[in-house]
């Protein structure tokens, strides 16, 4: 076996330049631009989402998603009978709820659900509650309005 046998075998090859003539290896005056226009030019950056001056994809899709993707911006807070049974008052009202912090002062709305248990007397007023909430509430005395 000789010695140029066991040598590794170098595969990396060095890029071809670019615009450099005949003799790059690339091609002749054009060197792999094409012919002509704005991207055969020195310094052409057109960006990815640029398609010629048309209006763009990107400010085309809120549009066509349509305006339901508004509602993202007005969630509803959810309560259960347990974190009602923990608050310290009896009139429960949207400000309540975020006085104690049972939800995040950022909600507008929120709704009472029947999940729970509750033993106290309660009257809920301004706060959408479910059917079987509302009849939990009322089964011990309480009033929802």
Do not use: C
């Not at 807070?77 to 347990?82: F, G, H, M, P, V």
């Amino acid at each position: 076996m000789s010695l140029l046998q066991s040598l590794t075998k170098i595969t990396a090859r060095s890029k071809k330049r670019l615009g450099r003539g005949y003799g790059s290896g690339k091609g002749g005056h054009t060197s792999s631009r094409g012919q002509k226009g704005q991207t055969s030019r020195v310094g052409s950056k057109i960006p990815l989402w640029f398609e010629g001056g048309q209006l763009p994809g990107v400010k085309k899709y809120p549009m066509i998603r349509g305006k339901g993707r508004f509602s993202v911006l007005n969630p509803t807070a959810e309560i259960n009978l347990t974190d009602l049974e923990k608050m310290p008052v009896t009139e429960i009202t949207l400000e309540t709820l975020k006085l104690h912090k049972v939800i995040e002062k950022g909600f507008k709305k929120a709704k009472i659900v029947n999940s729970g248990t509750l033993t106290k007397k309660l009257s809920v007023k301004g706060v959408k509650a479910s059917a079987q909430a509302v009849e939990a509430i009322q089964k011990l005395g309480g009033s929802v309005e």
